[in-house]
């Protein structure tokens, strides 16, 4: 087989898996991947070292030869361990496309059927990312004013996204002090459920983490730290059939409290310009101390790159939007234009996800923004992040406020060098 017509996927590839015989060698994944990423795979060796796991290259191979890399047997088989406490927090994209794989027309949302979904299944605590977003935003907005007061390294880069994490420490390992130093809301969620959730409750058992990503690269992520197994939505589903759940007959329920309400904000993860309008919005509370008018910061993203600029107090803050690594790349000689940069390595953000339902080049325009209607038109009892009373209740009874010692410990990580 022609390598040069592909990327080459390694055995130690944490994410993606190639099944050689299904493989026509047609280069699709290699041109997917210069598109989106940038990264030439004609002349650069992509394997378990170079891959930033994105799993776009799964979403446009036309025979099914590439695959996440599955970990939903091995949770299963956990389930059926009576003496394992196995707890699974659900990022928020997956409610709005997961119904695509149970037959469900393009963006139903199943936020109220999850929880229950998932208690049958078997999992002893139902948690919901979406929490775990709001907690970045307080202590990714508290990092951001800090370094604005104090002149500190501008732009700021968010981190929620493993690829594009990984890609700077891969191929532009000068801004690695640029990117936020907060954890991803789903390793913020595995920190506080394996600390907080478990001395709160008196839980003297290891609790398993499991989390359900849109994203392959989330795989990647999982490595050294709090979370044990990261299954995507399309592996949620295979759970659920194989489980013989029939989703008609299951009624609504709630996640499980201290974890498992987010915020409206935090909830807008899931798309392009999400993060920064959650972000901006906690900002603007920081600094003048009262809330924005509702729609100050919602940032309705149409193209892959978007720059807007916002007066805040005192200061003005420069802000850019990006979905798509090769995107950025073309912005990359302009960026000390700006002071805070959302980067997302998919098309349109999480939603279009490497391991969200199947959909290739040309669907992403129709299915894309049914899932991103969903989630706008989801009501969650609050709307700010810093508003969440449970992110109040965790800083006041636990981490004392963002960017404390025990916040920095537990929220917060560093990036070294990949090469």
């Known amino acids: 087989m022609n390598d040069k017509l592909r990327v080459k996927i390694d055995e130690e590839n944490p994410s993606i898996q190639r099944i050689e015989e299904r493989c026509i060698n047609c280069g699709m994944c290699s041109s997917i991947c210069q ?61 709005v496309a997961l119904s695509e794989e149970l037959n469900m027309p393009v963006g139903t949302s199943l936020e109220n ?58 191929f532009h390992k000068e801004l690695i002090p640029n990117l936020s130093s907060v954890k991803s809301p789903i390793g913020i969620m595995s920190s506080l459920i394996k600390s907080y959730f478990k001395e709160m409750n008196d839980i003297k058992e290891d609790i398993i983490s499991v989390v359900v990503a849109p994203c392959t690269a989330k795989k990647s992520e999982i490595i050294g730290e709090d979370t044990d197994y990261i299954i995507t939505t399309r592996e949620l589903s295979m759970m659920i059939k194989e489980c013989n759940i029939d989703v008609s007959l299951t009624h609504p329920s709630e996640f499980d409290k201290l974890l498992g309400v987010g915020s409206k904000k935090g909830l807008l993860f899931g798309k392009s310009g999400g993060v920064m309008g ?53 912005e990359l000689p302009n960026i000390s234009n700006y002071d805070f940069i959302e980067v997302m390595a998919c098309p349109e953000g999480c939603v279009g996800g490497g391991g969200e339902p199947l959909t290739s080049k040309k669907e992403i325009p129709l299915k894309n923004p049914k899932r991103i209607e969903a989630l706008n038109n989801t009501i969650k009892e609050y709307e700010f992040c810093h508003d969440n009373k449970y992110v109040k209740d965790l800083y006041s009874s636990y981490l004392l406020h963002p960017l404390s010692n025990k916040a920095e410990n537990l929220l917060h990580t560093f990036y070294e060098d990949d090469k």
């Open 278 to 330: 959650a972000a901006l919005n906690t900002v603007h509370y920081l600094l003048t101390g009262v809330n924005p008018k509702e729609g100050t910061y919602n940032i309705e993203v149409q193209e892959p790159v978007t720059s807007k600029s916002f007066k805040i107090g005192d200061y003005i803050i420069n802000v850019l939007i990006v979905y798509g690594l090769s995107n950025l790349q073309k």
């Open 113 to 170: 059927v999850l929880p229950s979904l998932l208690r049958k299944l078997g999992f002893s605590y139902v948690f919901d990312v979406t929490f775990g977003a709001d907690v970045t935003i307080m202590e990714e907005a508290s990092e951001l004013v800090d370094r604005i007061r104090q002149k500190k390294t501008l732009p700021m880069f968010t981190s929620c996204c493993p690829a594009w994490t990984k890609y700077v420490t891969l």
């Open 35 to 95: 598109e989106l990423t940038g990264i030439d795979s004609l002349c650069r060796s992509i394997d378990a070292k170079t891959c930033i796991n994105c799993g776009q290259c799964i979403m446009n191979c036309p025979v099914g030869a590439l695959k996440e890399k599955y970990d939903y047997k091995k949770v299963l088989n956990l389930l059926h361990d009576t003496e394992k406490i196995v707890s699974i927090s659900i990022a928020p994209a997956i409610r």
